[in-house]
């Protein structure tokens, strides 16, 4: 298990843009996987986005793909999930997500992929 801790979430009015940040451990985040997924009230977790620790594979939920981007800083330990022309539908607990991947050009795109969680970090569009 490692640390994970999420930042960045907020109220937006529709249109607007929001920057989440996840902090990682050191040896949590050395050839890892990271990923941001998001609840929403009375539904199950799902995917956004995913990126490798080799930062040449990210992944997106077609639902996001054009509006968020996810990027990763190996020298920080962090990743951070910018996301663009937020929706009503994209609000949700947003979660940060980390595993040792089997290389380093592999990201996980399925939620029982990732065997570490951050808290989440609330992120609230209005109409």
């Known amino acids: 298990q490692v640390e994970l801790v999420e930042s960045g979430g907020g109220l937006v009015q529709a249109g607007g843009s929001l920057r989440l940040s996840c902090a990682a451990s050191k040896r949590a985040f050395s050839s890892s996987s990271m990923g941001w997924f998001r609840q929403a009230p009375g539904k199950e977790r799902e995917f956004v986005a995913a990126?490798?620790?080799?930062?040449?594979?990210?992944y997106y939920a077609d639902s996001v793909k054009g509006r968020f981007t996810i990027s990763r800083d190996n020298a920080k330990n962090t990743v951070d999930l910018q996301m663009n022309s937020l929706k009503p539908e994209d609000t949700a607990l947003y979660y940060c997500a980390a595993v040792r991947a089997i290389s380093g050009s592999v990201a996980y795109t399925r939620r029982n992929d990732y065997n570490s969680w951050g808290q989440g970090t609330q992120v609230t569009v209005s109409s």
């Open positions: 990126i490798s620790w080799s930062e040449d594979n990210t």
